[in-house]
C-alpha cells in the first residue's frame, strides 16, 4: 500500500493527531474510527513517498511530495507528525543501485531537509520494519550483531557525504550492539542455569 499525494497523506495525519498548538479534541467513536485507519494506512505503507504505479521513484519525484507534504503539514499544524511519519515510511525502502541503504534518493531528502523528527521517525522506522523474530534461548545476539554490522557499513559509506543520515545509522549500530550484549548475557544466564 502507499500514499501518492502529499494532499492524501497530511489529511491522514489530521485524522490521526491534532493541532500541535491547537485545543484537544473531544473523543468521539467516530474521531476514534478515522484515527485508527488512518494510522493502518500509514503503517501499511511500503512504498517510498514520490513512487509511482510501478514503485519506482527518483529524487525529484521524492523531494517534491515531501516538499508538498511538509508545508501543507505546517499549514495544519502537524508537521511534525509528518516529518517522523515521512522518515518512518522512507525508513522501510532498499538499498540503491550503489548497495547502499537508504538510496541515494532518500538519503538525499532526508539529509537536504535536515529534520530532526524525520530522522527520529526514520530510525523508528529502521527499528519497526525488523518486524517479529525469533532465536534459540541459548543463541545469544548474533542476529544483533548483525543487524549492527550491516547498519555500520552503511553509515560508513554515508559518513562524508550523508552525516545526518550516516549518524542515524551508527545510532541504530550502537542501539543493536547494546541489544545483542543483553541477549549474550541472557543466554549465558540460561546455560548456567540461572
Known amino acids: 500500500m502507499h500514499v501518492t499525494q502529499p494532499e492524501v497523506f497530511v489529511e491522514l495525519l489530521c485524522l490521526l493527531y491534532g493541532p500541535k498548538n491547537g485545543e484537544p479534541r473531544e473523543a468521539t467513536d467516530q ?3 478515522g484515527a485508527d485507519s488512518a494510522f493502518t494506512i500509514l503503517h501499511a505503507c511500503k512504498r517510498q513517498p514520490g513512487s509511482d504505479e510501478e514503485g519506482n521513484f527518483t529524487e525529484d519525484s521524492v523531494r517534491a ?23 518512518q515510511i522512507m525508513a522501510r525502502g532498499e538499498p540503491g543501485a550503489d548497495e547502499v541503504f537508504p538510496s541515494k534518493p532518500i538519503r538525499d531528502v532526508i539529509e537536504q531537509t535536515g529534520s530532526a523528527d524525520m530522522l527520529d521517525g526514520f530510525r523508528t522506522g529502521c527499528f519497526n520494519k525488523r518486524g517479529v523474530y525469533s532465536r534459540g534461548m541459548l543463541d545469544g545476539g548474533e542476529q544483533e550483531r548483525d543487524l549492527a554490522s550491516e547498519y555500520r557499513r552503511n553509515a560508513k559509506a554515508l559518513e562524508i557525504t550523508h552525516p545526518m543520515v550516516a549518524s542515524a545509522l551508527y545510532d541504530l549500530a550502537k542501539s543493536y550492539d547494546r541489544h545483542g550484549l543483553m541477549e549474550d548475557l541472557d543466554a549465558k544466564l540460561r546455560r548456567e542455569g540461572r
Open 65 to 87: 511530495f515531501v516538499t508538498k507534504a511538509r508545508e501543507l503539514a505546517k499549514e495544519k499544524d502537524r508537521l511534525e507528525a509528518c516529518d517522523s511519519w515521512l522518515g
Open 31 to 33: 474521531g476514534k474510527f
